[in-house]
């Protein structure tokens, strides 16, 4: 089946510690993004990709770095330059004729920082 | 700024029908979509509005008025399943990509 797969589903660093997210795909989808979701609130973009090789930032990239060698795999960084780590990220990718309205999310992982 | 507003909660009956809103204030608009998310769970898309008017997908519908500002997504015959957070989204178009996400109603379906 396709889909979108994110490990681990649950992540405990210590501070000052660098972690890698993976997010990777067989939907054979050009397009991927990075959200972090905290309680109670919606998602914000962190970083997207068009194609492979090239990223954008979103909304809130600071602290935060990604890469796109492979049109499957969409990892993210979370240095130890991100101040308020611990949320719930989820990774997402989507068609681009569809554009990016229509979204299929990853189960994502939950990260916590202490 | 840009911003989605939509209500915090929303309590309904199995069976109910019940109307979720969402008004936005954005630099750009190209559309309105709505994802819906059980605890602990992923967000799944729902329905889009490009256009004004009416969609309609199964027991969900979603409607939009560009001149308003205005959606909802109105939900039909209530089970108990469909308990949940659901998010407006819009693509503000200021940049490729970027898909804004409003803080999201959390439903609550009771017997």
């Known amino acids: 089946d396709g889909g979108i797969t994110q490990s681990p589903k649950y992540l405990f660093r210590k501070e000052g510690q660098n972690v890698t997210l993976s997010c990777e795909q067989n939907?054979?989808?050009?397009?991927m993004y990075w959200y972090r979701q905290d309680p109670g609130q919606g998602l914000r973009l962190i970083y997207y990709?068009?194609?492979?090789?090239?990223?954008q930032k979103g909304d809130i990239a600071e602290g935060y770095s990604v890469s796109r060698e492979k049109k499957e795999s969409f990892p993210l960084t979370v240095t130890s330059a991100q101040k308020n780590p611990t949320a719930f990220y989820l990774c997402?990718?989507?068609?681009?004729?569809?554009?990016?309205?229509?979204?299929?999310f990853g189960p994502g992982t939950r990260l916590t920082v202490t | 700024g840009q911003s989605l507003e939509q209500p915090s909660e929303v309590t309904a009956v199995e069976g109910a029908i019940v109307q979720i809103n969402c008004t936005y204030q954005?630099?750009?608009?190209?559309?309105l979509s709505w994802y819906q998310q059980h605890d602990g769970g992923a967000p799944t898309f729902l329905s889009y509005?490009?256009?004004?008017g009416l969609e309609e997908t199964g027991r969900f519908s979603s409607f939009l008025s560009r001149s308003d500002s205005y959606g909802y997504l109105l939900l039909q015959e209530l089970q108990m399943k469909d308990s949940a957070s659901y998010f407006c989204a819009v693509r503000d178009g200021g940049s490729q990509g970027n898909l804004i996400f409003g803080k999201g109603t959390k439903l609550s379906v009771k017997p």
């Open positions: 997402a990718s989507s068609i681009a004729s569809r554009g990016d309205y229509e979204q299929y």
């Open positions: 939907l054979n989808h050009d397009a």
């Open positions: 954005t630099s750009g608009f190209y559309g």
């Open positions: 990709s068009q194609i492979v090789n090239d990223f």
């Open positions: 509005n490009g256009l004004d």
